[in-house]
């Protein structure tokens, strides 16, 4: 496996972007991407994460696909 790193994602939802720390436990998945340190990516996982590397068809779990720069919510009025 060569060209990419192994990273510790942590799974967010859209009430969790406020707090770093989210409540799911960290999995790893591999990264060619170079994402840093504490930056938001959309990731897939299961028989979705090894599709990018067919026909190799390399041991992965969970693969980084995307790099997020920004996430627009819309703000929220409390009733």
């Known amino acids: 496996m060569r060209g990419g790193l192994l990273r510790l994602v942590v799974p ?3 009430e969790d972007l406020d707090n770093e720390d989210g ?3 960290a999995i790893v998945a591999w990264d060619e991407l ?3 340190m504490g930056q938001l990516v959309a990731f897939s996982e299961g ?3 090894a599709q990018p590397f067919q026909p190799e068809g ?3 779990d969970a693969y980084i696909s ?3 720069d ?3 919510r819309p703000n929220r009025t409390e009733s």
């Open 23 to 25: 409540p799911s436990p």
């Open 58 to 60: 390399k041991p992965v």
């Open 70 to 72: 920004q996430i627009d």
């Open 47 to 49: 028989g979705e994460a």
């Open 66 to 68: 995307a790099l997020i």
């Open 12 to 14: 967010l939802r859209e």
């Open 34 to 36: 170079a994402a840093g």
